[in-house]
């Protein structure tokens, strides 16, 4: 593909469901980030992988939040029992490499209602 | 406190004028800065990225950075309708690189 994709695009949850968010990154991209993003917010770091390794998870709000990529491309984020303040737009970027001078390419996000 | 400071907006301007847009920052560990630009709906994409201080020139964009202040600025010349977007700080410390923090974002409307 051409581009980070994401599914689905849209979700909305019953407060308290289960909910699982895909992540297909750029073919070949080491790196893969997850981001949260509330309105009128910018994007806040939830976790890092590089490969199938998950480096970094300091920004997991929660242990509602799993994320995962066990085969070091796909990657698929969790969030069980939801709250209402996980609606937001879930954003996840991938990069060719680990540095900041690689560039994070940002998929469209999938956008969480939970009511 | 936030981390990184940034005026929501929303900013209005017309077709041609020069845009600034600005965030403060208060790590002082920070050593790379980007700016990013998001379409509505859409995932953000990178504009410019600047390591520590000083200028840097892209067509009709400039970024500059400003350390000893905490001050980074985004300037766009010519502005058009397509430059239309919420534009995004965002910076990282040298160890950590790939945790970026992002400001909250300026929404920019330009008139045709």
């Known amino acids: 593909g051409a581009g980070v994709s994401q599914s689905p695009r849209y979700k909305v949850a019953k407060r308290g469901q289960d909910v699982a968010l895909r992540c297909d990154p750029i073919?070949?991209?080491?790196?893969l980030f997850w981001y949260q993003q509330a309105l009128g917010q910018g994007p806040e770091f939830l976790t890092y992988?590089?490969?199938?390794?998950?480096?970094?998870k300091s920004g997991l709000p929660s242990d509602r939040f799993f994320a995962e990529r066990p085969e070091g491309s796909v990657s698929t984020l969790k969030i069980q029992r939801t709250q209402q303040e996980d609606s937001a737009v879930y954003l996840c970027?991938?990069?060719?490499?680990?540095?900041?001078?690689?560039?994070?390419?940002f998929g469209p996000g999938t956008r969480l209602t939970v009511l | 406190q936030k981390e990184v400071e940034q005026d929501p907006g929303p900013l209005s301007v017309p077709e041609g004028a020069i845009v600034s847009l600005n965030c403060t920052y208060s790590?002082?560990?920070?050593?790379?800065f980007m700016w990013y630009r998001q379409y509505s709906r859409k995932g953000p994409e990178l504009l410019m990225y600047?390591?520590?201080?000083g200028n840097k020139e892209d067509g009709r964009f400039t970024a500059q950075v400003d350390k000893s202040s905490k001050y980074i600025s985004l300037f766009i010349r010519d502005s058009q309708p397509s430059d239309s977007a919420t534009y995004l700080c965002?910076?990282?410390?040298?160890?950590?690189?790939?945790?970026?923090?992002f400001g909250s974002g300026t929404r920019l409307s330009i008139r045709p």
């Open positions: 970027a991938s990069s060719f490499l680990a540095g900041v001078g690689d560039t994070q390419y």
């Open positions: 073919s070949g991209h080491v790196s």
């Open positions: 992988f590089q490969n199938e390794a998950q480096l970094d």
């Open positions: 790590n002082s560990a920070f050593q790379y």
């Open positions: 600047t390591y520590s201080s």
């Open positions: 965002a910076m990282s410390e040298e160890s950590s690189a790939s945790k970026i923090i």
